[in-house]
């Protein structure tokens, strides 16, 4: 081969070099995210949605320069840590997740960043040290869920001046769902009301606590947990066949057909939560990064549930609504 042969030839290689060895960088720097769902897919879809779309505009596209590993729990906290460990061992950069899953993904890994998109108390769950220094390897925000009860009873009573006995359906194998059900009961009577509560523990046991509801109260308080919101259309129609008001610590369960809600815009943290993925994909470390409280709330209206429940709405209430549902 020719000396000037020679030259081109390696000229031609060393031109490839760059372009492969930025291809290959390009591989190793795209990160993967290990997204934790609580509920089913349908449940999350906004929050998912605004999530994906927060990462977008901050530069990290699905499947170009990041990856998103979904595991769904689907309403089933036993499913928890398995899910937790499975994203484990995918070495995954980050895991977002929300509730109680956080617990799970803090018992799988003390290594990888974890950032909970809601959570409730997460000084006194153990999640974080401080919200102001979380340390540790998980931050987040955090949601007043129990913080907001008293104010949705004090909505509900709006919609029904004469109510006395209310019902309160909870988790009991949720802890949050535990202390928002404890809450209800000390404001509930606070407002005078006669408050009872009725234990569930997995899908079989809704049906029959509404056979119970029926004799014993006016309206249903629904406390927030996965269970509730994977299973919030068979809830909805319990509740409307048994002639009861619904109140809700979620919009998407009104969107199924609940009563009302109040809450903070889980779709807002979501979004929120991607801006401390996009700072630890960056470089922070979770410790450093103070859990934030929610700034955004939600106070829905569903009409057409009013409607079939023959109430109506009062005129001062609608104005104060978010959203009305028709």
Known sequence: MER???ITLLGGVAATWPVAASAQQALKRRPTIGFLGTNTPSAQERWTAAFVQRLHELGWIEGQTVA????????R??????????????????????????????????VVPIVFAIANDPVGSGYVASLARPGGNVTGLSVQQRDLAGKRLELLLQVIPNLSRLAVIANFGNPASVDEAHDVQVRGRALGLDV?????????????????????AQALYVSN???????????NTLALAARLPTVYGSRVQVEAGGLISYAASFSDLF????????????????GDIPVEQPTKFEFIINLTTAKALGLTIPPSLMSLADELIE
């Open 4 to 6: 000037r042969e020679f």
């Open 68 to 75: 998103i590993e979904y595991r769904w729990a689907e309403g």
């Open 77 to 110: 906290t036993e499913r928890f840590t398995e899910l937790a460990t499975e994203l484990v061992r995918l070495k995954v950069d980050v895991i977002v997740t929300l509730g109680a899953a956080v617990t799970a993904a803090k018992q799988a890994t003390s």
């Open 196 to 216: 009872d509560t009725l234990e569930i523990r997995g899908p079989s046991d809704i049906a029959p606590a509404f056979d119970t509801l029926k004799v014993r």
């Open 225 to 235: 947990a996965p269970l509730t919101v994977t299973n919030r259309i068979e809830i």
């Open 271 to 286: 979004r929120r939560a991607a801006d401390i993925v996009d700072k630890i994909l960056r470089g922070a470390k979770p």
